[in-house]
């Protein structure tokens, strides 16, 4: 049984930097090493940090979503301020999410954990609601005893 919440969250918007995903959407091994890739390459080149110089807050977002037919994946955060380099400000709609909380030793193990729960377990767990499409996202929130904490948010509605 999957440890979850179901939270209402006001609607918010994250500035992210993107990249598509070309791996089968089956293909797990080759989307993690895409995202893993992803992420190394907009920490060396400076996009991550440049995205968290405007952030409100310290979460770093690595959201999920489908844009015209192609699976979309990209680094954000809170932020009202223009990113010079952003290629899409996403916005989350506001209403129910699913949420699960969780640890790992870094940010990959974090969000491929997260997101093997929601959606391998909760999601199917939660029959009184249903992940209908739109953003979803693991959200990296504190760095804690070599751990690093965080939630997946899944927007869903009522069956």
Known sequence: MANYTLEEKESFIVVGIG???KSDYTDYVGINKEKADFWETVKQDGRLDALKNVATNDYI???NEAVNNKMMYYAGVMTEASVPNATR???FPKGEYLVVKGEAANADELSNKLTSI?????LPEAEHVAYVGG???SVEM????????????IPVVRK
């Open 19 to 21: 990249t598509e995903l």
């Open 61 to 63: 977002f690595a959201v």
């Open 89 to 91: 400000m996403i916005q």
């Open 118 to 122: 929601a959606f391998g377990q909760a």
């Open 135 to 137: 953003p979803n996202a």
């Open 142 to 153: 504190e760095h804690r005893n070599d751990s690093v904490y965080g939630e997946m948010w």
